[in-house]
């Protein structure tokens, strides 16, 4: 018996922390969400800021916009369409998803891409990305993995609200490792890409309970949990985002009801990348007044 626990003790302690590395109020739901719905924008003259998602097939970007929509809906919706099966991108066009506060909407979207797949004739056209990040690609564009926007599906003029505010890569943790170098050079080119426009970038980091046991049996041991460190330095040192802006979270694809703990780990996310958003909407503001 003593043999036993001994044993049992190893193993925890070989795969936690002792304690968490990363505070979380697990018992503040409310005010995470009451803070979101409350929000004012740096600049009152822009309505949304807006948050643009790319990331390889599957890793879960258009779950993540429902697993949004359903901590503030407090029920589980699924507005933007997402699929397990095909393997292949579901999502075909350029749409900007709202965020619901009751009858009110949030002032801040999301934009879903096509995913990046291995392959030049794959996927996301990287230069579709591109005119994404700048606010040029139109409403309803349908992504060509062969060729970017037509000129037809891209606008002559922006406004402030139409520009990207935060880059947000999807990646799903447990398949982190075994993403093809192909998917990671389009990503490093987004990237690039990105930081000549100041745009500021994150990571959500999906599929937690897939990638831990550990964390699968208790959500609250993500921030105490090795394995989960450890694929968010992965996602850090393949995609250069640093730890600080890099956010473990479980979708919802398979509950019929929404839960305290994933609802946290989102809310939380999110208000960290709405306020880095925020950050750079000020900026713009400011410099517009210099000028």
Known sequence: MGGSESTSQTKKSSAEFDKSWRETPWDNKELLEK???ELKLSDSKVKYIRILLAGEVGAGKSSFINSVNSAFQRRITTEALADSVSGTSFTRTYRTYYIRNGQSLLPFVFND??????GESNGAHQEDI?????GLLKEGHNFNPTDSGKNDDCKSETSLEDL???LV???AADKVSMMDDDVFRKMRYIRQKASSLEI???VIMTRVDE???LVGKNLQKIYTSKKIKEKMQECSNSVGVPMSHIFPVKNYHEEIDTQNDMDVLILRALTQIVQIADDLLNRRKSDSEKC
Not at 130 to 134: D, I, M
Request: glycine share 4%.
């Open 35 to 37: 803070n979101l719905r």
């Open 113 to 118: 891409i096509m995913g990046l797949e291995s």
């Open 130 to 134: 591109a005119k994404a990040l700048e």
């Open 164 to 166: 990207t505010y935060c």
């Open 169 to 171: 890569y999807v990646i």
């Open 200 to 202: 500021p970038q994150a």
């Open 211 to 213: 990638a831990c046991p």
